[in-house]
């Protein structure tokens, strides 16, 4: 029989072009990261020759940006680092913690961003976590992706503090499985903090944050949640913000209540600390 030919031996597996090395970014975002200016107004600035990269011209807003670049906006250089801000708000019931609107259901972006100043609206402004659209309360927000994941993951144990009215008659006996941490459909939750305020009012705290939990949680000892309202996360609170209103926390804020450390403290905003 004819002997087959030998295979070529397989070339090694060619490495990631970016293994070990952080990735670019691309430049309208890194703009907009940056609080040099709204990603659209980015892009137009790009798209007119404004922006430069390491000297030249840029004339896509997909331009990659490597850490070390130096971006220039009309001349002048921008800093790429935001420092990290954060803002408390008041979420009313009947709006999506989205960016996109269902039907005719509003998002909570659009009732925020009209009311911030020039020096915040330039910031790309994330939720930190998502409240339902009946649910009402404390709603975080930051231009750092890194406070996100800190207040969003479970391994943080950052406390959240929310206030169901409930249609059933509530006591110790009732929402005692809470206390001693219960299995749901998705796996085991952790034993929560719960008082009882009265025999409507049942307050759940929790260091982690799943799909409807709270009601979840509520509706499995019989106590289904009428209303859901959340006073706190970690020891930030709504304090005096009406509903529908904002503040902007500061760095000891940050610091302290939710304790983050992860970018440098934003110190006083003003139009030119990210020019």
């Known amino acids: 029989m004819p002997r087959k030919p030998e295979r070529p031996p397989k070339s090694p597996p060619r490495p990631n072009r970016w293994e070990g090395k952080e990735k670019p970014d691309w430049l309208s975002r890194a703009l907009a990261r940056a609080g040099a200016m709204p990603q659209d107004e980015a892009e137009a600035a790009i798209k007119a ?12 807003p997909l331009t990659p940006v490597p850490p070390d670049a130096v971006i220039k906006v009309d001349g002048l250089p921008v800093r790429k680092v935001a420092p990290t801000h954060a803002l408390a708000f008041h979420k ?9 609107r269902q039907h005719r259901t509003g998002t909570v972006f659009e009732l925020l961003l009209p009311q911030l100043p ?89 260091t982690e944050g799943r799909h ?18 959340r006073e706190a996360v970690g020891d930030i609170t709504l304090a005096d913000i009406p509903e529908g209103g904002f503040r902007l926390l500061t760095d000891a804020e940050v610091r302290e209540k939710l304790h983050y450390t992860g970018r440098a403290p934003a110190g006083p905003v003003s139009e030119s600390e990210d020019a």
């Open 49 to 60: 020759g404004r922006v430069s990269v390491n000297g030249r011209v840029a004339t896509t």
């Open 92 to 100: 009313p019931a009947g709006v999506l913690t989205s960016t996109a």
């Open 118 to 206: 020039l020096e915040l609206n330039r910031f790309t402004w994330h939720a930190v976590g998502r409240l339902d659209v009946d649910t009402t309360g404390l709603l975080l927000f930051t231009n750092d992706d890194k406070l996100v994941a800190h207040c969003t993951s479970p391994e943080t144990n950052l406390p959240k503090r929310y206030v169901a009215t409930v249609f059933s008659v509530a006591d110790d006996a009732k929402v005692e499985p809470l206390r001693q941490g219960m299995t749901l459909d998705d796996g085991p939750a952790r034993p929560a903090v719960v008082r009882v305020r009265d025999e409507h009012t049942v307050e759940v705290t929790l």
């Open 212 to 229: 409807h939990q709270v009601k979840r949680m509520l509706g499995a000892v019989g106590l289904p949640a009428r209303a859901l309202h």
